[in-house]
């Protein structure tokens, strides 16, 4: 079955504002978690990831913490645009495990 | 170029028939997936294959069998379709579980 839950399933945020989405795992093997977007209609694609020898990573308005202890990671996106609408999927795993399995994902809906 | 394509992108048939979807990826990539998104939009994984061997199968009922001829290449067939796996299915593939995983872009199937 799945190793990762996610919260909340849906989100609705305000453009211009913060919009912060959380997973928690239970596997202590995992040491990459990735984070991906699904636009309506599209593929899922890669936007973030981290591994678990850092703490948060950086990529312009997305950010991804890790907190190995409390075994939950987050997708932080700021200054949100209606392009970042979609869903979010999370998944958390370690080289060997041949299994890339997701969260049931997260609708983030951007309010203009 | 495309890194992994699928066919056909949309598929409606009968319950009872059988069918395949056929995927290929030219990224060089040894572990490769299928995944089934159902109307809820939960991408769950079916298969993982690593250099064109089976490596997990989640459960799937064996009216789905995967067929790897090559490790570029990663096919699905269904016997005896239900209305129940009316869905998108997802093919991707990545150098190892721990890295950037990248999707097709989707078969849309329909069985009516």
């Known amino acids: 079955g799945e190793n990762v839950e996610q919260h909340p399933s849906t989100l609705s945020v305000q453009e211009g504002d913060s919009a912060v989405i959380k997973c928690t795992y239970s596997?202590?093997?995992?040491?990459?978690f990735p984070w991906y977007k699904q636009e309506l209609g599209k593929r899922p694609q890669l936007i973030i990831d981290?591994?678990?020898?850092?703490g948060e990573k950086k990529d312009q308005r997305i950010a991804v913490t890790l907190n190995k202890t409390a075994k939950h990671f987050s997708l932080h996106i700021t200054e949100t645009q209606p392009e970042d609408s979609a869903v979010y999927f999370c998944?958390?795993?370690?080289?060997?495990?041949?299994?890339?399995?997701f969260g049931k994902g997260n609708q983030v809906v951007v309010i203009p | 170029d495309t890194a992994v394509s699928q066919t056909p992108k949309y598929l409606v048939t009968q319950m009872g028939n059988d069918k395949s979807i056929k995927c290929e990826q030219n990224?060089?990539?040894?572990?490769m997936y299928w995944y089934k998104q159902d109307s809820k939009k939960f991408l769950k994984i079916m298969f993982s294959?690593?250099?064109?061997?089976?490596?997990i199968n989640e459960t799937v009922p064996n009216r789905f069998s995967p067929k790897s001829p090559d490790k570029a290449h990663l096919n699905l067939h269904i016997n005896s379709l239900e209305l129940g796996d009316s869905a998108v299915y997802f093919c991707?593939?990545?150098?190892?579980?721990?890295?950037?995983?990248?999707f097709g872009q989707g078969t849309r199937l329909t069985v009516v």
């Open positions: 998944a958390a795993t370690y080289y060997g495990n041949n299994r890339l399995a």
């Open positions: 294959y690593n250099n064109k061997e089976l490596i």
């Open positions: 991707a593939s990545s150098p190892t579980t721990d890295t950037e995983a990248f």
């Open positions: 990224l060089g990539h040894d572990t």
């Open positions: 596997d202590s093997a995992s040491n990459y």
């Open positions: 981290i591994r678990s020898n850092v």
